[in-house]
């Protein structure tokens, strides 16, 4: 299935309706993410990428509109798709609400493996797929003492990949692991690595 802009959404494929997002929004304000990519963070992205063996890993925390990569690891393994203009979309540090799987996770509110996103009709239509060639997904919530869910840590690949058990324990223990971090940096100002 191939993701057509021309072709009303069906129900399966919509981004899932984040009731959490504004005051999501306030909270990321309050600890100073979701606005300026964090060395600290960016290095916590190729961690988890060296963890995985994945091309992409990022640090993602979303609010009303769109996803803020403030850790990303993008590997020269990753093969960019060429668009039939001729044009190459470039992964950056933003990506529209509506794009790719982390948006799931955080309405969902814990880890999702998609070993082939092609095997999920619900997933195969996201324009990540055919925009920048993924083929496969890890990730796990970002969610605070307060209960709140932050964001969350993900690895994606451009190829299928058996995550299996292993893959889904690494990413939820590096969720847990980051969300640590990050409660201690607030409170006693620490680094966060």
């Known amino acids: 299935m191939r ?31 979701a606005e300026h990519p964090d060395p600290a963070l960016d290095a916590y992205a190729d961690h988890l990428a060296e963890l995985t063996g994945a091309p992409y890993a990022m640090v993602n925390f979303i609010d009303e509109n769109r996803q803020f990569f403030a850790g990303l690891h993008l590997s020269d393994v990753a093969r960019p798709v060429v668009k039939a203009d001729g044009t190459t979309p470039v992964l950056g540090r ?36 055919d925009e920048f060639g ?7 919530p970002l969610i605070d003492s307060t209960g ?33 971090r990050l409660e201690r940096r607030e409170a006693d100002g620490l680094p966060l690595l």
């Open 3 to 33: 993701y057509d802009p021309a072709r009303p959404a069906g129900r399966l494929l919509l981004t899932p309706e984040d009731k959490e997002a504004p005051a999501r929004a306030r909270r990321l304000g309050q600890l100073g993410l």
């Open 94 to 129: 933003e990506l529209a609400r509506d794009h790719g799987f982390c948006p799931h996770v955080v309405v969902r509110r814990k880890a999702l493996v998609l070993e082939d996103v092609c095997d999920y009709p619900r997933f195969a239509g996201n324009p990540v797929v």
């Open 134 to 140: 993924i083929r496969s997904y890890l990730g796990a």
């Open 148 to 180: 709140m869910v932050l964001g969350t840590v993900c690895v994606v690949d451009v190829e299928p990949r058996p995550w299996g058990r292993p893959g889904l324990e690494t990413i939820k223990s590096t969720a847990a692991d980051l969300v640590a």
